[in-house]
């Protein structure tokens, strides 16, 4: 078992939860990624840039500020060689795969950190039933790519 790797995931599902009660508890808002990116590309300023600003500017610059310690790019658990900063399938088909996230998230009015854990934490009907679609969709599409398209690790 690789210690550090899960002393790490464990670090990094305490500050989510941290992250998200604070910004329940000072704003009164779900700390949900994609409504936050998301009121900040398609909504007029309605008082509210400031927040979603600094949430977004600390959720980017946490990787970097860990990489500038000496983290590095984070190597992915079992997989020797391959890092985070190169994605498998190319820069083209990650941009791809976000966009369509962002269009799945916008029909479905949440994505899995509002819902996985917010929702789940607030014990919402909506959020249990969309973090199971999310979670099934999630197994349906790596048990698709690795054994019926045949690519990934």
Request: glycine share 20%.
């Amino acid at each position: 078992m690789d210690w550090i790797a899960s002393l790490q995931g464990l670090v990094g599902g305490v500050l989510i939860g941290l992250s998200a009660v604070w910004l329940m508890g000072s704003l009164g808002r779900i700390a949900g990624i994609s409504g936050i990116v998301g009121g900040l590309i398609t909504q007029r300023p309605k008082g509210d840039s400031a927040w979603r600003l600094a949430f977004f500017a600390g959720l980017v610059s946490g990787p970097l500020l860990v990489m500038a310690v000496g983290g590095g790019l984070g190597n992915v658990v079992n997989v020797p060689g391959a890092v985070i900063g190169e994605p498998a399938g190319g820069v083209s088909l990650m941009l791809l795969s976000g966009l369509l996230v962002g269009l799945g998230t916008g029909l479905s009015s949440g994505c899995t950190s509002g819902h996985g854990v917010c929702g789940l934490a607030r014990l919402s009907p909506r959020s249990i039933a969309a973090t199971c679609v999310f979670l099934v969709a999630a197994i349906a599409t790596v048990y698709v790519i690795r054994h019926v398209i045949g690519g990934g690790a």
